[in-house]
C-alpha cells in the first residue's frame, strides 16, 4: 500500500500530478488542508477524476466530504482523542476510517474502527527540518485489525528499510512534493514495495 499526503498548500499542478499518480497506480490520495475554504477544496476535487474519488481521503471538513459523495475520511491524533468510544457506533459503515499514532503502544490501543494508522516519523522529515526520525519497538506490536502505515521522510532510497520495519505500508509526503520529478520518484518507491511478498492490505487490497 502506497499513500500520497497532500501538500498543505494548494499548488496549481497538483491536480495534474495527482491524475498522474492514480494513472500509475496510486492506492490513496489524502487531502490535508487545514483552514482552506470549501470552495477551494470543491475545485480541487473537481479537478481529480471523478473515477478516482473512492480513493480520496479527507484530513477535516469531513460533513462536507460527505455531502459531496466521499466516504474516506481521516482522523487526526487530537481529534480521535476527542471521541468517546460511544461516539463511534453511529458512524456510518460505508465510510473508512483512518487516523494517526505516534507509538507502538499507542497503535495497539486503537479501537477497530480504523482501517489503517499513520505511525511517524519513521526516519527525518524531508518537508520539516525539525521533525526527527524516532526508533519503534515492533516487537510490542499487538494490533491485529489496523493496518500500520509509515510516514515521515520515506523516498525512494528508504522505502524498503520502512516495509523491513514492519510497515504494511508506506506514505509519501515530501518526497512527492519536495521532489521535481515526483511522478518518477512515486514510480521507484512502488517498484520497491512491489518486490516484497503480497499481503492483505486495506479493506481486502494488497499492499
Known sequence: ?????????????EAV???????????????????????????????????????????????WGKSIGLNRFHYSEKDRKTWYEEDWKGMNSECIYSTSVHSVEEYNELANHFSYAFLSPVFDSISKSDYKAVKFDFSK?????????G???????????????GFDGAALLGAIWN?????????????????????RGIKGEEV
Not at 500500500?1 to 499542478?13: A, E, K, N, Q
Not at 499518480?21 to 482552506?36: S, V
Not at 506490536?141 to 502505515?149: V, Y
Not at 510516514?151 to 520495519?165: E, P, R, Y
Open 1 to 13: 500500500m502506497l499513500i500520497v499526503i497532500s501538500d498543505s498548500d494548494f499548488r496549481p499542478d
Open 179 to 199: 521532489n521535481p520529478n515526483p511522478i518518477n520518484e512515486w514510480k521507484l518507491c512502488r517498484d520497491v514495495i512491489s518486490q516484497f511478498p503480497l499481503r
Open 151 to 165: 510516514l515521515g521522510g520515506i523516498q525512494a532510497d528508504n522505502v524498503n528499510q520502512a516495509i523491513q520495519m
Open 141 to 149: 506490536r499487538q494490533n491485529k485489525e489496523t493496518k500500520l502505515i
Open 17 to 63: 500530478i495527482v491524475n498522474e499518480l492514480f494513472q500509475a497506480g496510486l492506492d490513496l490520495f489524502h487531502i490535508r488542508k487545514y483552514g482552506a475554504s470549501e470552495e477551494a477544496l470543491l475545485k480541487l476535487v473537481d479537478s481529480i477524476d471523478a473515477k478516482n474519488y473512492s480513493k480520496l481521503v479527507l484530513h477535516h471538513d469531513h460533513e
